[in-house]
């Protein structure tokens, strides 16, 4: 909504159909007119330098009217605008911040538009690959294909979403990318293309995966993902001829639902594997199909409901088999992995993420086998970060990225990798990890993670009272790594230097044990013992503030609700509800750590007003605290699991009706 700078009764909003307009201010007697004739709008922008122009961002448009939004001028731009901004003192001088695709400049009043952004940082990654010799890296993103060399900045290289890349085994300057509707071939890294279209059928599909072996490196393989959740298709293009274009064509397998990943086999060429499953609603499971002849036949290799999103194997050892596997509703789940070539397999999920019943609950988009040692495996998960084993998945623990929505997880090797020694878990022998760069793609951009310079940090956990091994106990790092303890035992992946970590087992107090030193190429062990609690640990406020120094404020709180809020019904019932969701709040709160950091922030600024209320004095609540809380309880809502998004949800409507302000 905005208002007109020079006439407060001419108001502007942007909603689902267009641009609204009100030339009376707040008068409720008359309504709201709309003044554009295409699209949804995101963006309006009224220009400091005049007071006539009105410009709006639309589908696929940006709109332009001279004279208060009598009349209009519709220019083509493919995206949408979330943002619209003018030059103060230039009205022709327009910044535009895109859904998918970063900034862009007009300098002609929406005409025409240049990016402004570098590099990829504003896009969604959904599919990365390196040269054989890690030298150039591809990234298929929501705003294109990119491409970047050690010593480069991000290239743009094609501007379709790229679902999936690949770079020919053996010939840098080629590459493919998966598209809408289409596959495409580069030979000069880039800069000129030809398309191979998969099918004229209306229902839209797009190639998420790409398989190629450099055995035969003529002969693709893709699989294709059709929109409606229905079908999926593995396909196989013979590009022998002159052109892409005119590429032999044949469908090899055709799936009831998506086919997500392709893989060939690092020895084997006739031995080809295919994920299925429906990720996004309609969530439905698939599975695992496997083809020793080249694709001609296929059967199922893992006889289980799954969603399978990634296939992972490695020349070292061409037996060697992950799958990862998960609905975005953390249903059809697991890591799965195989020692005989996918003849039989096993579940590997020990310190990943599970429910109250200690059923796995996340989804593993993707999954990749350290080139230099095959006990080293990453794995993203979709809202949960990415984790790594150093014993083949056996235990699993992770090193970032909590709350990403990650899609892409890659290995880059340097040309000699220098050794890590650190022990195992659970196990006394030594074990290699390599010098590595570690890139996930995210929603957010890509980022990366070093294992140089890394340490092991294990031990065992306990209870003080029983000296029982504590299981399910996690085990967060201050520099983002996390792990849960099996049978007792954790292990955590740091970088050198200190660290403080916090433990925290149900039933149990938080612990937090700081000034860990841990070096390069060192293994660290630290047993820890936990005190059992009295509170069932569904205090929030204690939990947040545990090893802080504002844990002296717990006293205060206790105060306030025992005072204050226990002296009416109403604020008897916001104890209630505390307590009752504290213990599912908390867990909510440990899977996000900037929710955790927000709630943490707004506790500490809400403790003047907490202690102004104890002492009986008369000091209003800022409503900015408020909207903080209100903002921080929605976006809590929107991740937090069914039952207790009901009960936010209600809370949030009782802070509406101001019922916290009449409390204090």
């Not at 007009?106 to 030298?135: P, V």
């Not at 409606?228 to 469908?251: N, P, Q, R, Y």
């Not at 000296?467 to 292990?491: P, Q």
Request: charge should be negative.
């Amino acid at each position: 909504i905005i208002v007109h700078p020079e006439d407060p009764l001419l108001v502007f909003a942007s909603d689902g159909y267009g641009v609204l307009r009100k030339q009376d201010g707040a008068n409720p007697q008359t309504g709201w007119y709309w003044i554009t004739e295409k699209g949804s709008c995101r963006a309006l922008c009224l220009p400091q330098s005049t007071a006539d122009i009105v410009y709006a961002g639309l589908d696929d448009v940006v709109a332009k009217s001279t004279d208060r939004g009598d009349s209009w001028t519709y220019y083509d731009r493919q995206g949408e605008f979330l943002s619209l901004a003018a030059d103060p003192s230039n009205a022709d001088i327009l910044f535009g911040g895109d859904l998918n695709r970063g900034v862009f400049k007009s300098r002609d009043g929406a005409q025409s538009w240049e990016l402004k952004n570098s590099g990829i940082r504003a896009n969604q990654i959904y599919s990365t690959a390196f040269t054989k010799d890690f030298t150039k890296l591809l990234a298929g993103t929501v705003s294109g294909i990119y491409i970047k060399s050690d010593i480069t900045e991000w290239k743009l290289l094609n501007e379709s979403t790229g679902y999936s890349v690949a770079f020919h085994p053996t010939n840098k300057n080629t590459i493919w990318g998966g598209f809408s509707w289409k596959i495409g071939k580069s030979t000069d890294e880039g800069i000129t293309w030809e398309y191979k279209y998969i099918s004229d059928e209306p229902d839209v599909h797009r190639v998420c995966s790409i398989a190629v072996s450099a055995q035969q490196p003529d002969t693709i393989f893709a699989g294709i993902h059709f929109a409606s959740g229905k079908k999926g298709w593995v396909m196989k293009i013979a590009d022998t001829g002159t052109s892409f274009d005119s590429a032999a064509l044949e469908i090899m397998f055709e799936s009831s639902v998506p086919v997500n990943a392709v893989a060939i086999n690092p020895a084997n060429t006739l031995m080809l594997f295919a994920g299925t499953g429906s990720f996004y609603a309609p969530v439905s499971s698939g599975g695992l199909y496997k083809s020793s002849n080249g694709g001609k036949t296929w059967s199922q290799s893992l006889f289980k409901k799954l969603i399978v999103n990634s296939i992972a194997m490695t020349p070292a050892d061409p037996n060697l088999i992950f799958i990862g596997c998960g609905g975005s509703n953390n249903s059809y789940n697991g890591i799965y992995k195989s020692t005989d070539g996918g003849i039989t397999w096993r579940e590997k999920t020990q310190g990943l993420p599970a429910d109250d019943t200690g059923k796995p609950y996340f989804a593993a988009t993707d999954i990749q086998v350290d080139p230099e040692n095959s006990s080293i495996v990453y794995a993203a998960l979709m809202r949960h970060g990415i984790y790594v084993s150093i014993n083949g998945g056996e235990y699993w623990t992770r090193i970032g990225l909590s709350d990403y929505e990650t899609y892409d997880v890659n290995i880059r090797q340097p040309a000699a990798p220098a050794p890590f020694m650190g022990s195992l878990f659970q196990k006394s022998t030594s074990q290699n990890l390599p010098s590595s760069t570690i890139l996930a793609g995210t929603a957010s951009g890509m980022y990366e993670y070093s294992t140089a310079g890394t340490g092991v940090l294990t031990g065992i956990i306990t209870s003080q009272q029983t000296k029982a091994f504590i299981d399910s106990a996690d085990v967060s790092a201050s520099c983002g790594s996390t792990c849960v303890s099996s049978e007792g035992y954790y292990l955590l992946l740091l970088p050198a230097g200190v660290h403080t970590i916090d433990i925290d087992a149900p039933g149990y107090e938080r612990a937090s044990v700081a000034s860990i030193t841990v070096s390069a190429g060192q293994s660290v062990s630290y047993d820890i013992a936990l005190t059992p609690r009295t509170d069932n640990g569904n205090c929030v406020a204690s939990s947040l503030l545990h090893g802080t120094p504002q844990q002296r404020d717990l006293d205060l709180l206790r105060t306030f609700r025992d005072r204050v809020l226990q002296k009416s019904r109403k604020g008897n019932e916001l104890v209630s509800f505390y307590y009752s969701c504290g213990g599912e709040v908390w867990k909510v709160l440990k899977a996000h750590p900037r929710l955790k950091k927000r709630c943490l922030q707004i506790l500490n600024e809400a403790i003047p007003f907490i202690a102004s209320s104890v002492s009986n004095k008369s000091v209003p609540m800022a409503s900015s605290l408020l909207n903080d809380a209100s903002s921080f309880l929605f976006d809590l809502e929107q991740v937090s699991p069914n039952d207790l998004q009901a009960k936010i949800n209600k809370f949030r409507r009782d802070m509406k009706d101001d019922i916290l302000l009449k409390l204090f």
